[in-house]
């Protein structure tokens, strides 16, 4: 499938767009002020253990500690190399303790990031594992013969003393023995490196930092099959060709410089593609439409027929939008970046041929999303749901902030609740200040219209119970629900 890679540097961002078929994909964005860790090697300091959980909390130098569960601590041993261990957290850490550890996913919402003390590097084909003694292949190649012809390949390649052991990338179905041998020898070098570091380094410092967004793009997703890789910045541009004639040959040829007047992204209709995948609701070309809610524990997905009605009949209409749905439903989880748990309620249908197809369009469609993806079948209650590996926050998280006004409900009080609220206050300040001569209202213009109009009859009645006068003073600097009682 033609893929094409568009990237857009500015000082404090950089941001990368990759289409298929012409059409976007996936976004990526890197901040100056927030770079990624994911792949960064620190030397931390646990600082609380906790057995009731079997985890601890390590701090590694960033705003919040980190996470470092049991099952991702691993033991060293001589002959195995290193092992998960089978031992109690409290008996293989302890409050003040120096460690080595590396991230595996970013700090999300109120968590912070997760640590592993299994240390991997990644390189173009092979991602080396310098504690294990094992040869792994990538879950992805899924032929048994392919996978025997790989490993043994590899271990070909390397000496009979080798140190470390390695997992083979997809990428290196195609590499040649040169290309193995000089990404073998690049782990290497990294590796040698890391651990000059780590003597070096103070606690709660960062020892090796993982490729930045554009050269990792060039690494990980740039393929035969990428027929352009346009950079807007000059001076990017000559890094990242020095980086692909070193490390990712086949870049090289489609990786070029754009000169246009225009805005690389503007140019593509990206920035209109960011904000469709901003929103709530998502059009489908048939009339019908998907709508998202995003929560931090799960994502659920809705689809409905909305304006779509050429079918057959009905149970043709709500076939032909399910079928529509699962395409873009796969699209829009990679190009939100949407991890977790994912819960799609389709249209019912009535016969099980239908269900099935559409689950099977479905799985078909998320086979060309590179984070793994499990879908299970039809509920019960006709939901189907979906896990998306998650290593990183999503688009929305990224770029957006609840709402200051109605604190990420999405809805906000009627100016009339508003208005029960105010006389409620009223009444009770009314009991705790009695000395008080008069009171003063201040709130949004629509509010106080609403007091003085179709509630003055109801604030009248409540100034004479209290025995005091009541004023209004509208401010077009109070929200919807913000106000303030003064008494005078």
Known sequence: MAQEVLINVTPQETRVAILEQGVVQELHIERASSLGIVGNIYRGTVVRVLPGMQSAFVEIGLPRAAFLHAADIMECHAEEGDIKTDRPIQEVLHEGQSIIVQVIKEAIGTKGARLTTEISIAGRFLVYLPYQKHIGVSQRIDIEEEREFLRNRLLGLLPEQREGGYIIRTMSENATDEELLADIEYLRKVWSKIQTESTTVGERSLIFYDLSLPRRILRDVVCKETTNIRVDSREMFERLKEFAELYVSH?????????????????????????????????????????????????????????????????????????????????QLRLRNLGGIIIVDFIDMDEDAQREAVLEELRKAVTLDRARINVNGFSTLGLVELTRKRTRESLAHLLCESCKVCQGRGELKTAQTISYEIMRELLRESRQFKSANAFKILASPEVINMLGDEESQSLASLSDFIKKPVTLHPDTQYGREEFDIVWM
């Open 251 to 331: 870049a090289v040829k489609p990786l070029t410089h754009y000169k246009g007047e225009r805005s690389l992204f503007e140019f593509y209709d990206i920035e209109n593609e960011i904000e469709k995948a901003l929103s709530r609701k998502v059009e489908l070309k048939s009339g019908g439409y998907l709508i998202f809610d995003q929560t931090e524990a799960l994502t659920t997905v809705d689809v409905n027929t909305g304006s779509f009605v050429s079918g057959k009949n009905l149970s043709d209409t709500i076939f032909k939008t399910n079928l529509e749905a699962a395409q873009t439903i796969a699209r």
